[in-house]
């Protein structure tokens, strides 16, 4: 089973930007893959996902806001978020959507100073 790996996480200020990577330990571009978060007392929520063939979809809250995207070598995906806002303050999981099953990573954090 493939294992995902989350880096890039931190604490800035409403209206920075950072960017997320999700490294996978083979090819993970085979699959849909996604960005999810939680932020405490919430249920888990999907943020964006994109899919073998490149289209993307986002969650209304963050459409214009974040990018998904892939590497050529498709084993890292990443999410650039732009424009952030304290209520964008969450752990942060990369997803596998496999019809073997789901793979999740370990969550990073990403905390919004307003």
């Known amino acids: 089973q493939v294992q995902l790996v989350e880096s890039g996480g931190g604490f800035v200020q409403a209206g920075e930007s950072l960017r997320l990577s999700c490294r996978g330990s083979a090819r993970i571009g085979i699959y849909a893959m996604g960005w999810s978060r939680q932020a405490p007392g919430t249920r888990r929520e999907s943020v964006a996902i994109?899919?073998?063939?490149?289209?993307?979809t986002y969650a209304d809250s963050v459409k214009d806001r974040f990018t998904i995207s892939r590497n050529k070598a498709g084993d890292t995906v990443y999410l650039q978020m732009n424009s952030l806002k304290p209520e964008d303050t969450a752990v942060y999981y990369c997803?596998?959507?496999?019809?073997?099953?789901?793979?999740w990573g370990q969550g990073t954090q990403v905390t919004v100073s307003s």
């Open positions: 994109i899919r073998p063939n490149g289209e993307t």
């Open positions: 997803r596998q959507v496999s019809p073997y099953g789901d793979v």
